[in-house]
């Protein structure tokens, strides 16, 4: 009897299962930024704000760009289980970097007096919060609820394929937009780093 149970209900792989050992490193990364803040060492801050956004920025950009369109084209069999094993690591690399790499930046551009700049200097500076903001409402308001629904539709025994490909949708499309929106953050950047 136990080995026709067995048999009814396969082993879930242990890959797509949110693995929340993770939070600890997701731990570890809130360290260094807290560390890097209270250093008050505009190097080291410096280091976490640009090794942060270069992450956010190369990730979403491949995301959006490269990934996403290849899922698009992918019948739901074959997209299942990238998905499954893919969403749950997003949900650990892409949230926290999606906050480090703005919180660093807020309080590197305070200890380097932009708050302080003369218009028109001031509208990159403006530009850049306008940015990131949009980035982070949309990383933490869209793109982290659709990932968590998307996982938890796919762990059903029989997941509803259409509501997957409408979120994925949005999702897709959402991740082309921040891609879009970190190159522009570059723009603005390196706007920055070469002197206003």
Known sequence: MADAATAVTPARDPSTIIQWRNLIWVAVAFGVMVWAILSRDLWFLNFVHVVAGLLWTGIDLFMGFVIGP?????????RRPIISRLMPNMIFIMTPLGIIAPTAGWFL???????????????????????TTILGVQGIGILLPTNIRVYLEMQKAAPDGDKIARLMRRYVRVVAFQGAMQVLIIVIMTRFATGL
């Open 109 to 131: 551009a305070v200890e380097l007096g932009y708050l302080d700049l003369a218009f028109p200097q001031m509208w990159w500076f403006i530009a850049a919060l306008v940015v």
């Open 70 to 78: 290849i899922l698009r084209r992918l019948d739901f069999t074959t």
